[in-house]
Structures are given as C-alpha cells and as structure tokens.
C-alpha cells in the first residue's frame, strides 16, 4: 500500500469542514480551499501567497514546540497521579496557553500532538537506557514508532468519539502492532533524509511533468495499453478531439476524468472541448446533407426542369410499334393495370379529357396511368403477403415503363432528368432528418443544437436503419454517417464510468510528492505526520495549481498524456497497475499494520 492507496482509502470519504475530523490530507484541503489574500485590484498576489506560508510554518513550528514540552513533561504524570497532582503535561499545555503559544484546533492536529508527545516522551526515556543498548539503532526505532503509534492510535479512538475503555484499548493495540512496523518505521525514518531531491522535483517542470505522467499511469487500469492507445488515436471526425479517457477507453482514466469535470474551475474546459467536437461532427454533416437553403434551391431547380422537360413529353405524339401494342394488351390483363386504368380515367375526366382522347396514344392519358401505378407500387406493407403484391405491382409499373419510354422518347428524357435531380435531394432531406431526430432540446454553451449519441444510434446505428439509408446515400455520405455515429460512442464513455472521489483529485499533487519524496514510506501514518509542513511550499509557490493545471490539460489532450505517462519506464507503470487495483483497506489499526508491512517488502 502506498501513498496513492492510502488516499484512495482516506479521500474517498464525505469532504470535513475545516475543523472536523480526517487526517491530514483533510487539513491540507480545508486550509488550502481558504481565499487568498489579495491586492489592491483583488488579484491574490504571490507576497501575500508566501506571507501565509510562513505564518502557517511559524503555527506549525510552535504546535511542535508545544508537542515536545508536553511530551518531556508527561514522563512525570504518574508520579503526580500518585501524589493526587494535576498531570505535569496538563499543567504545561496550561502555561503555554496562557503564553499564548497556539492549540491545536483540528482532529488532525490533535492526532498529530498525540503522536508528537509520545515520541518525545519515548525518546526522552531513552536517556535511562545504558549506552550500549542505544546502538541498537532497529529496537530503538521500534520502540519510539510503538509509543508513538499507541498514541496516535488512543488520539483516534478519541476523536471518532469512543469512550476511555476503548481510547486505551486503541492505545494498546496500536503499540503492540508497531513491533510488525519496525522495518518499515526504520526505512520510514530513513526516507526522510534521502527525500530532499525528489521532494524538490516538483518545483522544476519536469519534476511536475512526472508527478502528473505518475498520476495518471496511477489511475489507469491499465497504464501500458492506455499509454499506447493515447499515442495512436483514430480521428473519426475532423476536428472533433476526445479527451484522454475516451481515448484511451481505460475505465480508472475515465474515473479520473470524470472527477475533474466535477472541480469548478476545470469542468468548464470539458465542457467547452465537447462543444468544440459537437460543433466538428454538425460542420462534417453539413458538408454532405447541405443547408435549408441548398435544399429548396435544388427542389427549385428541379422543378424548373421537370416543368419544361415533361411539357415537351406532354406536346410529342406517341408512336406505337405492334411490338408494343401486343406489350400493352398483356398489361391489360394485370389486375394493377386495370386497377391503374380505371383510376386514370376518372382523374382524366377531372382534367377535362373527352372519352376519345383516353386512349394508349394520348400523352397526358399515359402520364396519368404512369401515377397511378406510382401511387399502388410505393407504400409500406406490414405483412410478407403486402410486401409481395408490391412487388407484383412494381414489376407492372416497370414494364410499363419500358413501353412509355419507347414510344414517347420525350417522356424517357424527362423521367431522367428528374430522378438525376432527385438523386441529391433525396440525399439531402435524408441527413438533414436525420440530423434533427439526433437533437436533443437544449443547445451547447457555443449555441448549437447537441447530437444525440441514443438519438444517433436510433436512426442510424441499426442494421435497419443502416439499411435503409444506404438505399439513398452514397458510399461517401454512409461512410460519414458511420464516422459520426462511432465518434459520437467515443465520447459517451465518461458516462459509463463512475467518478472517483472528489477529495482523491484535490490531493492528488500531495499525494504525488510524499510518494515521490520518500517511496513506499509515504503512506506511512508516521511519515505523512512529521512531512505535513513540508507540503504547504507547493500550494504557497503555486506548485500544486501548476501540476493540477498540467493535470486538466493532459485529460483533454490524448498526445500530451501519452507523452507524459511514456515518461515512466514500463515496468514502474506495470507496478502501479497491480498497486491500483489492490482494494483500499479501511483506515483501521490492523490497516496500519498492513502499511507497514507493504511498505517494509517494497523496500
């Protein structure tokens, strides 16, 4: 268990206030979500920044003063206790106040003292130990780390609100774990000195560029193929980009995601990004659907020419061979060309057409029996049984056809002409219905209308209704089609994962940096108590804003992230998989012990 294992555990829990409980990291972002001071224009400045930092060091500094003058003279509270005396530390703690030396106001803080008081009161009884014995550097260590961890165990219990019997039975338990912690405490301790460099990266921009290649090989599922999927992105529609967690489609990557875009100051850049890709994949189906405009004006077009073309057909005189009369008396026959026949006789004496003129060599009288047979071939049958005397029906209408396009030339051009102008429009009303069913109500914050990844896929992500697209699409139009439809997939991902905890993100940089600072030991309760100070240059020095922004920025930009994590050899992100994917243990004593025993095998 590490240090990301150990916010896992601790920061996916409900955000305290300020002066509730948690540990320290809970601190850390209570007093970091404080406002800056700011100047005469209202813009926090970085004196004020730094002012802050050093008064909070100062606080810090003399809490630990406080903590070690309690801890000495807590050697002497049994003797008081069996001389019926206040507590020696007690009356201390009082003298300080009074000195106006600052109390602890938080649990952590408190917790913090606990642990404080009882490595100093343990190291001060290390003077009544002969000499020889203090070179047992191993036994000295466990024997500080247990009276420490039995004081911090005992603080806990308190402020989780258990009563004395369970406050000393917490005490006990954690200091007969500690012996399991012994190595671990050692390498602990040890860490602290060999720390100063990696502590120090951060403020370099490598040194922020790893924490954030760390954090996200951190979360991903799997760091090696996230990494080489971020590094071969297919773009399905040309200026649409997806974020990292679609494009990697790596579920601890799109968690993360998910968290940012709930922080108010980068939830915003998601949501403009995705705006950006609606508005590519609404200009990619604008190409090949056209406009309203376009539309109407080719409709218009199109009628220009069929009024001329079909007046021309309506003026020629047909010219039967026998060939096609002996066609047209087997048509007579054909129960649809009756049908057809008598309906066209009766529209022909709407128009005012004599018996004599409805006959075979009459153009008008042909153009009316060539609709009717258009109104009986084209409709949508429910049944097999309707769908094939459609069938039948077309195949009358087709060789009719045939005949009228023999003898009336004239008519054969017209009919071309219009189906080569329908062509296009039938194409065009198409992708525009098709667009608007794929609209959701609401427009983006760019103010276009959104399409629907559920609506897209209703009207165009079946085998049906792929099917009946591509009877009137091209290739190129259905390959666009298609195109939006898996770019629209890709950026439904976020929403098939659940967010993590917002508390893990706001300490993701704090994490980073004791994990980086001191390895394996920076999970330990010890080692995050005695660093805490240590982590308030970043947020003063805008170090921890720097690595959140790089953060935000690798979550929108695939190439960047997969550069970021390729920082990182292969088997240290292989590592960190298997550590992610470790359950978070509870925050409990034998947790504690578990730590300790992780952290002594990774060193």
Same mark, same amino acid.
Do not use: C
């Given at each position: ?155 806990? %219990? &308190?402020? =989780?609100?258990? @009563? ?5 039975? *917490?005490? $006990?338990?954690?200091?007969? /774990?500690?012996? +399991? ?98 508005? %590519? &994949?609404? =200009?990619?189906? @604008? ?5 309203? *405009?376009? $539309?109407?004006?080719?409709? /218009?077009?199109? +009628? ?118 329908? /062509? ?180």
């Amino acid at each position: 268990m590490d240090a990301y294992d150990s916010i896992a555990s601790f920061y996916n829990q409900p955000t305290p206030a300020p002066a509730g409980g948690g540990d320290v990291y809970d601190s850390i972002a209570a007093h970091y979500n404080q406002p800056a001071q700011a100047s005469d224009t209202g813009t926090p400045t970085q004196a004020a920044s730094w002012l802050d930092m050093i008064k909070e060091l100062g606080r810090q500094g003399a809490l630990t003063g406080r903590y070690a003058a309690e801890g000495i003279t807590g050697l002497f509270d049994p003797v008081n206790a069996a001389l019926g005396l206040q507590p020696a530390s007690k009356a201390t703690g009082d003298i300080l106040t009074s000195l106006g030396v600052p109390q602890p106001q938080t649990p952590t803080e408190r917790v913090v003292g606990d642990v404080s008081r009882g490595l100093v009161g343990a190291g001060g009884s290390l003077a009544a130990w002969p000499t020889q014995l203090l070179g047992a550097i191993p036994e000295a260590l466990t024997y500080l780390t247990s009276a420490g961890a039995g004081s911090g165990a005992a603080g806990t %219990a &308190r402020e =989780a609100g258990f @009563g004395p019997g369970m406050q000393a039975a *917490a005490g $006990l338990a954690g200091g007969f /774990a500690t012996p +399991a912690l012994g190595a671990a405490a050692e390498q602990s301790l040890l860490a602290l000195g060999r720390g100063g460099k990696a502590y120090a990266a951060p403020f370099t921009q490598a040194g922020q560029q790893k924490a954030v290649g760390n954090i996200l090989n951190k979360f991903a599922t799997n760091p090696q193929e996230a990494a080489d999927a971020l590094g071969n992105v297919k773009s399905y529609v040309e200026g649409s980009l997806p974020t990292t967690g679609m494009a990697s489609a790596d579920p601890g990557l799109l968690g993360l995601e998910n968290a940012l875009r709930n922080e108010p100051g980068v939830g915003p850049q998601f949501v403009q990004q995705a705006a950006e890709s609606n508005a %590519a &994949r609404l =200009a990619a189906l @604008g190409k090949v659907s056209g406009t309203d *405009a376009t $539309l109407k004006a080719a409709q /218009a077009d199109r +009628a220009a020419t069929a009024q001329a073309d079909y007046g021309a057909a309506m003026a020629a005189t047909p010219e039967l061979t026998p060939k096609d009369s002996r066609a047209l008396t087997a048509l007579m026959d054909r129960p649809a060309f009756a049908t057809a026949w008598k309906a066209a006789e009766s529209d022909a004496a709407n128009f005012g057409l004599k018996p004599q003129d409805i006959n075979l060599e009459n153009p008008q009288f042909l153009d009316l029996l060539k609709k009717q047979l258009d109104t009986q071939a084209f409709w949508n049958p429910s049944t097999a049984a309707e769908k094939a005397s459609m069938l039948g029906v077309q195949n009358v209408r087709s060789k009719f056809l045939d005949v009228l396009d023999n003898i009336n030339p004239q008519y054969a051009i017209a009919r071309g002409n219009f189906a080569a102008a329908s /062509a296009p429009i039938n194409q065009m009303e198409a992708l525009q219905n098709l667009g608007t069913k794929a609209q959701i109500a609401a427009p983006d914050v760019l103010g276009n209308p959104v399409l629907s990844q559920a609506k897209w896929k209703q009207n165009a992500g079946t085998p049906e209704t792929l099917g009946d697209l591509a009877k009137v699409l091209t290739p190129e139009q259905m390959q666009v089609v298609q195109n939006i439809g898996q770019d629209l997939n890709r950026a439904s991902l976020p929403g098939s994962v659940k967010a993590i905890g917002s508390n893990t993100v706001q300490n993701l940089a704090m994490g980073n940096a004791l994990h980086q600072a001191f390895g394996g030991a920076g999970s330990n309760p010890l080692v995050k108590a005695l660093s805490y100070p240590l982590t308030l240059p970043y947020k003063y020095s805008g170090i921890e804003g720097n690595i959140d922004d790089l953060l935000t920025q690798a979550a929108l930009n695939p190439a960047l992230a997969s550069r970021l994590m390729q920082q990182v050899p292969f088997q240290m992100r292989q590592q960190l998989a298997q550590l992610l994917s470790r359950k978070a243990q509870a925050a409990t004593l034998g947790s504690i012990a578990s730590t300790g025993q992780t952290v002594a095998a990774g060193q």
